[in-house]
């Protein structure tokens, strides 16, 4: 599953 993977990425993203 990439899904929770994308979010991830996507919150750390975020959090930088």
Do not use: A, D, E, K
Not at 1 to 16: A, E, G, Q, R
């Amino acid at each position: 599953h990439w899904l929770p993977l994308m979010m991830l990425f996507f919150n750390l993203n975020n959090m930088f």
